[in-house]
């Protein structure tokens, strides 16, 4: 067999492949013996029939037709192989020689993965969230310790924003009474939107003794609208104590509020350097996704939008639900999920072309320790023998697509390791600063109410990405993409 390959525009290439006659007979006796076992003929067994007997009652040209099609895939692909061309879509295959008879020849024109560079990887910079609590930082936290031993005290005035209001409140829709929107001596605090907007707005400005009447627009703008009739009965402001040794003595294990205040710092800080390191792949992923300088092809960006789609239908179909169920469960629209999807896919997309002119542009190889170590790796997570799973990649030949991923993946690691990192102020961060103490374990569980929801937000938009317990970045370098 006889191949080249030519470049053309629009990111394709051509292969042409020419298959000598001899060669390609070995394709059509391979089609006669699947034909064989195919139809019945009288005097033999299924698939025992001679070719010559198939040819004179078939014709050769049936056989022909299904060598072609059984076997072009082949030479293609050995084609691919051997030109070493990084396809990115089906092929479109012309025959332009030997359809009826002798050698054959066939063009294929494929999309390819553009080769992209990435202009100033190496000096890159990120921003990051300082990862020590600043003073403002604790000041606030401070605040929400205080506002939970907050005192209620009636006042003699008009009601504000954030004020305590005691009502009667009775809603209606249609002249129907609505048990779920009526109730007697209520609290409500103005400006939390609790009910309706327009709760609010009625409500500020309004002392007690006033009756209010109006009317709101229902949350599901095709039903009728709701009507409201509301008597205020008192109006409490919000007292906060003062933020002495005493109160920090009274509301957590410390004797003084210094006390207080310096393991605030200590643990929003573990907290703030938890979120600085997780941070760190997404930031530097979009900034290197920031220099690729190509167009990426609508192949790719296709390709990995039903790759995560893929993807999250089985982690709902684990979870016993179908994609329209969460959708209608989440409210999201469909529309928006799939441009949503389109938007992540894209950016990952370009990342991936990203890294992969890193490692052009390092030389980065992948020795035999390095690829056992990732057999060992995949081997820990799926709990089988790391010889099992190297034989899987190679029954499957797909030791090359696992190079490619680990090549990816020492990639990023480089350029996490040379990105330089400042915060918001522009201040450079040392990356000894992001390192957690010894006993960093134990921050979510003994931090703050407030403190430790801020870690396991974090934690759970690290691991929300298309795929399941992998920061994006991670995922995207680890998928198999070669």
Known sequence: MKTSVEELEDNKVKLSVEVDEQEFEKAVDA????????????????????????E?????????GEALRDAIPDYYAKAVTDHDVDVIAAPEINITDGEDVG????????????IAQVPGYD??????????????????????????????????????EGDYVTIDIAGSQNEEPLEGLTAQDYSYEIGTGGIVPELDEALAGASAGVEIVFDADHPDPDDDPLHF???????????????????????????????????????MTKVRKMQAQMSINDKVSDALAGLVNVEVPEALV???????????????????MTLDQWLESSGQDSQDFVDSLRDTAARAAKFDL??????????????????????????????????????????ADQVSALLGDVRRSKAMAFIVETVEIVDEDGNVIDRADLEPPPDDDDTVAEAPADVAGSVEDSTDEATAVAAGTETEAETETEEGTE
Do not use: C
């Open 31 to 54: 089609a006669f013996r699947k034909i064989a076992r195919e139809v019945n003929i009288p005097g033999f067994r299924r698939g025992k029939a001679p070719r010559r007997l198939l």
């Open 56 to 64: 004179t009652r078939l014709g050769e040209g049936v056989a022909r």
């Open 103 to 114: 050698p054959v020849s066939f063009e294929a024109v494929v999309e390819v993965r553009p």
């Open 123 to 160: 000096s890159l910079r990120i921003t990051i969230p300082a990862p020590v609590a600043s003073d403002e930082d604790i000041d606030t936290q401070i605040d929400r310790m205080l506002a939970q031993h907050a005192d209620l005290v009636a006042v003699d005035r008009p009601a504000v």
């Open 229 to 267: 009739e509301v008597t205020v009965k008192e109006v409490k402001e919000r007292v906060l104590p003062e933020p002495t040794d005493e109160w920090a003595a009274e509301a957590s294990e410390f004797e003084t509020l210094a006390e207080l205040r310096d393991d605030l710092a200590s643990r």
């Open 302 to 320: 296709s390709g990995e939008m039903q790759q995560r789609l893929q993807d999250f239908a089985m982690r709902l179909q684990a979870q016993g």
């Open 354 to 395: 990203a890294l992969r002119a890193v490692v052009a542009a390092e030389q980065i190889e992948v020795d035999d320790d390095d690829l056992e170590a990732e057999y060992v790796k995949i081997a820990d997570q799926l709990q089988l023998e790391p010889k099992a799973v190297r034989k899987q990649f190679e029954d």
